[in-house]
């Protein structure tokens, strides 16, 4: 009768290292990849040259307490400047803790300026 322990097995080699470098592929992957699905057709826009080109479209800000804001100006300046320079592409971006009156104002006021279209920009939840 042998009464010796068993010879013991050599340990195996750890799947931990491997298990890291597939998350760190996994995540490569993630972060290169385009999440956006592909336009359905390939379309290259017109080049634009002269005084339309040049015309960039105009954004009125409303602050949270009400202050209008475009490039430099404040206030009622920003409103005349803004009226001066808008044309037919004109955004009003206002913050969502605006008061709902103080953008119906801001709204009247432009069509009474002759504005002929503003776009108020919001964000869908």
Same mark, same amino acid.
């Given at each position: 009768m042998n009464f010796a322990d068993p010879p013991r097995r050599?340990? =195996?080699? +750890?799947?931990? /290292?491997?298990?890291?470098?597939?998350?760190?592929l996994l995540i490569f992957f993630l972060m =290169?990849? +385009?999440?956006? /699905?592909?336009?359905p057709i390939e379309v290259a826009p017109p080049v634009a040259s002269g005084e339309q080109a040049e015309r960039r479209e105009a954004?009125?800000?409303?602050?949270a307490e009400g202050t209008l804001a475009f490039g430099e100006a404040r206030g009622?300046?920003?409103?005349?400047a803004f009226v001066a320079q808008a044309g037919e592409?004109?955004?009003?971006?206002a913050d969502g803790r605006v008061e709902a009156a103080t953008v119906a104002r801001v709204l009247r006021q432009l069509a009474a300026?002759?504005?002929?279209?503003?776009?108020?920009?919001?964000?869908?939840?």
């Open positions: 050599s340990s =195996t080699e +750890s799947v931990v /290292p491997m298990i890291n470098v597939v998350f760190l =290169t990849s +385009s999440l956006t /699905p592909p336009e954004v009125l800000y409303i602050g009622e300046a920003a409103l005349a592409a004109a955004q009003l971006r300026s002759g504005l002929p279209r503003v776009e108020l920009v919001a964000v869908p939840q």
